[in-house]
C-alpha cells in the first residue's frame, strides 16, 4: 500500500500502514497517535484496498473518537519556545546542530538524555531500599512508569513535558511498587511518605492534560 490514508470528518489525512499476513482471517486496526498518527491494518492475503477502506468506514467512529482524544502532533522548528522540566525553553538549531531535518530527532535525544539524568537525581532522594537495580526510559502510550518484580522501573520521557512536580510523582510513585506490587492502602501510603503532601494533586493534573504530552516529537 503506497501513499494511502485515511480521511477524517475533520478534513485530516491519516496514513495507512498495511501488511499482509498468511493464516490471519479478518482485517484488524490499530489507529497509533505516537510517535505518529497512523493506522496500521492487518489483513489476510490478497484483501483488496476496497475491503480495508470499507471496513475502515465500519470503524470509523471508534477511530474517530481516538484522534478527537488525543493532541496532533506540533511541527517544532528552529526558535519556537516549548515548556520542558517546567521552564520555557526556546529550541536552537544551531546549540542542536546537524542537518534542519534532523532537528526534531536531535532534540528529542536530547531531552530523553536529560530526563534520565533528573530521574536519577529524584531516585536517590528516596529510601536506599526502594532504589531500582535500573531505570529505563520509553516513549510509551498507555502508562507513565512501571516496575518490575526484578527491580526494573521505567517511565515515559514525555514527562519531560509535564511540571516537574508531576514527574517527580510518577518516580516516586514506582518506586513505591519496590514495596508493594499493587495499588493498595498501603503503596498509596508510601507514595505520601516518600513523596510528601500534595502527591494527589500531581496525580490529578495527569490524568487531566497527561494527552498533552505527546503533542510535541
Aim: hydrophobic share 35%; aromatic share 10%; glycine share 6%.
Amino acid at each position: 500500500m503506497k501513499n494511502e490514508s485515511f480521511k477524517l470528518s475533520d478534513g485530516e489525512e491519516v496514513p495507512l500502514v498495511s501488511v499482509h499476513r498468511r493464516g490471519l482471517r479478518n482485517i484488524s486496526i490499530r489507529p497509533k497517535t505516537n510517535p505518529k498518527r497512523e493506522i496500521y491494518v492487518s489483513s489476510p492475503i490478497w484483501t483488496s484496498m476496497s475491503a480495508i477502506r470499507e471496513f475502515l468506514e465500519q470503524k470509523r467512529r471508534w477511530i474517530e473518537k481516538i484522534y478527537a482524544a488525543a493532541p496532533k502532533k506540533v511541527k517544532i522548528r528552529d526558535g519556537d519556545v516549548i515548556c520542558v522540566f517546567g521552564k520555557n525553553t526556546t529550541v536552537c538549531a544551531r546549540t542542536l546542530g546537524g542537518a534542519p531535518e534532523f532537528l526534531e530527532r536531535r532534540l528529542r535525544d536530547k531531552i530523553k538524555a536529560e530526563f534520565l539524568k533528573r530521574v536519577r537525581e529524584i531516585v536517590v532522594t528516596a529510601p536506599i531500599n526502594l532504589h531500582p537495580k535500573k531505570i529505563a526510559v520509553h516513549d510509551t502510550i498507555s502508562r507513565w512508569g512501571s516496575c518490575s518484580s526484578t527491580g526494573t522501573v521505567s517511565f515515559s520521557w514525555r514527562l519531560a513535558f509535564a511540571p516537574p512536580e508531576v514527574m517527580r510523582y510518577v518516580v516516586m510513585h514506582e518506586l513505591a511498587h519496590r514495596k508493594h506490587m499493587d495499588h493498595s492502602p498501603k503503596f498509596w501510603a508510601a507514595v505520601g511518605e516518600i513523596y510528601g503532601p500534595g502527591y494527589e494533586r500531581a496525580k490529578r493534573w495527569l490524568s487531566q492534560h497527561g494527552a498533552e504530552l505527546h503533542k510535541y516529537l
